[in-house]
């Protein structure tokens, strides 16, 4: 089993953190070099979007889906699930919120051709998006409880991509000693989180030295 992955893709990075934490024999293997205008990539992800996950059976795109998938495949993978079915629903509500309210403006503010008035637009939504978090994030360290969870998986790496975000806008996406900036700190003291932002960290250093 092998994931199609970019170091410096958040949502590429969820999965990876799911593949540390459970311990799970899946090689990671970069998409091809022209794979944004590649048909035999889109054959593999329609959306024409990483990560991809190439199972056995077949190819399966969207992060959210390859996280539970991967819960579901390796049952006796130690779990990142919550057990109770309240948390499970929080675990998951906060996968969506990132989905919905925090990468989406952050794609369009990593575009150069936004308008001005679609960035103001993005950074209004972004900063909604973030501070919806203060009632869904218990923290410090893990989003609901006291280990790594699905929620954890998602919202780690889009944190730092916010990070990355306002350091180009110059300006605080993030309210400093905050629960949502103690916990994007905290966050990465799990093994596996930190790897994972490690690796994005040395991605964004590639990525500005060939640019």
């Known amino acids: 089993m092998d ?8 949502f590429a990075a969820r999965v990876r953190i799911a593949i540390y934490a459970k311990g799970l024999p899946i090689d990671l293997i970069p998409p091809p070099a022209n794979w944004r205008d590649s048909s035999h990539f889109r054959d593999l992800s329609p959306t024409g979007r990483i990560p991809v996950l190439l199972d056995d059976r077949g190819p399966i795109w969207e992060s959210a889906v390859v996280l539970e998938y991967l ?10 699930m919550p057990i109770d079915a309240f948390d ?12 919905l309210y925090l990468m989406p403006p952050m794609v369009l503010l990593a575009q150069p051709r936004s308008d001005a008035a679609s960035a103001r637009r993005a950074v209004e939504e972004l900063l909604t998006g973030i501070t919806m978090l203060d009632d869904l994030v218990k923290g410090p360290r ?3 409880c006291e280990r790594l969870t699905i929620a954890d998986c998602a919202l780690a790496p889009a944190l730092f991509a916010a990070r990355v975000t306002a ?15 103690t916990y994007a ?18 991605g964004l250093r590639h990525l500005v030295q060939v640019s």
Not at 3 to 10: A, E
Not at 71 to 80: K, N, Q, V
Not at 185 to 202: A, F, K, N
């Open 142 to 144: 893990y989003a609901l």
């Open 71 to 80: 819960e579901e495949r390796f049952p006796d993978a130690p779990s990142l």
């Open 3 to 10: 994931l199609i992955s970019l170091p410096v893709s958040p």
């Open 167 to 181: 350091e180009r806008l110059d300006m605080d996406l993030i309210e400093p000693g905050s629960i949502i900036d």
């Open 185 to 202: 700190r905290l966050s990465r003291e799990d093994p596996s989180v930190g790897r994972v932002i490690d690796e994005m960290e040395q």
């Open 88 to 99: 499970r629903a929080m675990a998951r509500l906060i996968v969506r919120h990132v989905d």
